[in-house]
T-cell receptor, first 114, second 113 residues
Framework: ETGVTQSPTHLIKTRGQQVTLRCSSQ?????VSWYQQALGQGPQFIFQ???????GRGNFPPRFSGLQFPNYSSELNVNALELDDSALYLC?????????????FGSGTRLTVV | SQKIEQNSEALNIQEGKTATLTCNYT??????LQWYRQDPGRGPVFLLL?????KEKRKERLKVTFDTTLKQSLFHITASQPADSATYLC????????????FGGGTRVLVKP
């Protein structure tokens, strides 16, 4: 059973640029959620994708967008990067309709905006 | 306003002792409460889940209690080991919010040999 894989592991971008982060969900999981974790804080929910549709969104502006593909992998896109977007971006997969259990997180992408 | 609070101060504990972490929340009606472990530079790892109608859950050296009246969960690590050193996060799975986790800020635990 494979876990959640995220790429890239680290990224440095300039303010105003756009970035795409990628996530491969755990085998058998059909839902992907994205979280932003600033240094020293808990993860904050960005949004969730199920059946290729957004299925819930946290308090993040529209410049944060995403996609889910038929194989359940997902992308997080952030436009017009700001310095405050510097954080660890975490992808988590789960199974809708399955037992309510823990989420499987990837190791994250560390994004630095300069 | 809705809040999830964990002790932001690091917990330093001697090997072999029991570490007890607290998670308090306000203005939520969680269906489930989860605990995760996070090591530096890594994603959270699921440890335990407890349902709103359960009082206590155990897994090996870990024990979680859940008091929906006090709006509090306690997380215990018994016979702590240096390998238990990490940040521990509590997360609420809110009834009205679908499959979304709301996390506390985490408590760092340092177990000294």
């Amino acid at each position: 059973e494979t876990g959640v894989t995220q790429s890239p592991t680290h990224l440095i971008k300039t303010r105003g640029q756009q970035v795409t982060l990628r996530c491969s969900s755990q085998s058998g999981h059909n839902t992907v959620s994205w979280y932003q974790q600033a240094l020293g804080q808990g993860p904050q929910f960005i949004f969730q994708y199920y059946r290729e549709e957004e299925n819930g969104r946290g308090n993040f502006p529209p410049r944060f967008s995403g996609l889910q593909f038929p194989n359940y992998s997902s992308e997080l896109n952030v436009n017009a990067l700001e310095l405050d977007d510097s954080a660890l971006y975490l992808c988590a997969s789960s199974l809708v309709g399955g037992p309510r259990g823990g989420y499987t997180f990837g190791s994250g992408t560390r994004l630095t905006v300069v | 306003s809705q809040k999830i609070e964990q002790n932001s101060e690091a917990l330093n504990i001697q090997e072999g002792k029991t570490a007890t972490l607290t998670c308090n929340y306000t203005n939520y009606s969680p269906a489930y409460l989860q605990w995760y472990r996070q090591d530096p530079g890594r994603g959270p790892v699921f440890l335990l889940l407890i349902r709103e109608n359960e009082k206590e859950k155990r897994k090996e050296r870990l024990k979680v209690t859940f008091d929906t009246t006090l709006k509090q969960s306690l997380f215990h690590i018994t016979a702590s080991q240096p390998a238990d050193s990490a940040t521990y996060l509590c997360a609420l799975d809110i009834k009205a919010a679908g499959n979304k986790l709301t996390f506390g800020g985490g408590t760092r635990v340092l177990v000294k040999p």
